[in-house]
């Protein structure tokens, strides 16, 4: 029988994938705007930190609140939440990688409106 305590695997790997309306719930607040560039928050948006190709959006969440912002969203693996930001806020695991399918969701599912037109040919 095999030791079930002597695998060592990070809670991301075991997360449930959230759905996003819950994820949002958590926030506790209506959510009108998301934007994850912190020289872009303002009162009435959602800032979304999230480690990127050359800097770390969760390094600007104290920006980003200072700024007024309503809440955050924040990348939630090896990363921990200072509760003195006073904040409304939700950890993601794998942020990054949702946060199209939750910009979706908040900006009202815009690409279902959007009709396709192909068009080929002999040399396409």
């Known amino acids: ?35 994850s560039d912190s020289r872009k928050a303002m009162p009435g948006v959602i800032f979304a930190a999230y480690p990127g190709e050359a800097r770390d959006g969760r390094d600007f969440i104290a920006q980003a609140v200072a700024q007024r912002v309503d809440g955050v969203l924040w990348e939630a693996d090896h990363y921990q939440w200072d509760p003195a930001l006073g904040i409304p806020n939700a950890g993601v695991v794998g942020l990054k990688t949702r946060i199209g399918e939750i910009a979706a969701h908040v900006y ?10 192909g068009i080929t040919g002999t040399n396409g």
């Open 108 to 117: 009202g599912e815009p690409s279902r409106a959007l009709h396709m037109v």
């Open 1 to 35: 029988m095999a030791n079930l305590h002597s695998a060592s695997v990070s809670a991301a790997s075991h997360a449930i994938r959230e759905s996003v309306p819950h994820i949002l719930e958590r926030l506790g607040i209506p959510v009108a705007g998301l934007v």
